[in-house]
């Protein structure tokens, strides 16, 4: 099998796979039952029990960068260095892929109509929206994403990028779990997140890669180029 049909079989697969997951985890929030009922509760308590002023300061921040403001400039300013770095094919694949997982948030959100956490373990203001997906974890874990398949490449160092590309992956699970520690996501409302982000980003990292593949394409950095094959009997 040659490279692109088995990235396209390993991307189709990691797509349903996580696509799956969503349905099963959506079908128990919204029927109050399975990993909803079994896991959630007890996953909450433990949250309410770990928490510490240290954790606390710190949760409160990475929520803060995971919020739709932050997360909204800082994928603006992804666009535009993408624009000015690649070209506007990678430009306009991160502009869809946020534009996706937006649209995500809100419709799966009044699909699934779960309410949040209770009052009694939330630190922080109230949040009358549903909690099924997790808007910050979603959002956040897309765009971080896409830095480390559309801009990280461009490092020319391996350490560099196996660095950033670690840093960005634990700050996306940061903001995801901050949400469950100050008590406004259960606990599979941001592996639902993690799901679908996945699912977005394999979809944008398969299309970038047979776009870089075709003959004759490359971005501006001119890392990407692939020469047109000789026909030349």
């Given amino acids: 099998m040659h490279a692109p049909a088995r990235l396209t079989a390993l991307t189709t697969t990691l797509v349903g796979g996580s696509i799956t997951g969503v349905f099963l985890l959506a079908d128990s929030a919204r029927e109050h039952d399975g990993l909803s009922a079994a896991v959630d509760p007890h996953v909450a308590a433990d949250a309410v029990n770990a928490r510490s002023a240290p954790l606390t300061a710190a ?3 990475l929520t803060l960068v995971g919020s739709e403001a932050v997360v909204g400039a800082l994928a603006l300013l992804l666009i535009i260095a993408l624009l000015e770095r690649r070209g506007p094919f990678f430009a306009m694949s991160a502009a869809a892929a946020m534009g996706v997982s937006a649209s995500l948030t809100l419709g799966v959100k009044q699909l699934v109509a779960r309410h949040r956490p209770g009052s009694g373990i939330r630190l922080g203001a109230v949040d009358r929206t549903y909690s099924f997906p997790s808007g910050h974890t979603l959002n956040s874990a897309v765009f971080l994403g896409l830095v480390v398949i559309l801009l990280v490449p461009l490092l020319h160092r391996r350490r560099q990028r196996i660095a950033v590309t670690c840093c960005l992956a634990l700050l996306a699970v940061g903001i995801g779990l901050s949400r469950v520690y ?3 996501h259960w606990a599979s409302d941001v592996i639902a997140s993690w799901l679908l982000a996945a699912a977005i980003l394999a979809l944008v990292g398969l299309v970038s890669a047979i776009w870089v593949r075709t003959p004759g394409r490359t ?8 020469p047109a094959p000789n026909v030349t009997p």
């Fill in 182 to 184: 100050l008590g406004y």
């Fill in 219 to 226: 971005d501006r950095s001119g890392a990407d180029q692939v």
């Fill in 59 to 61: 949760a409160k921040l």
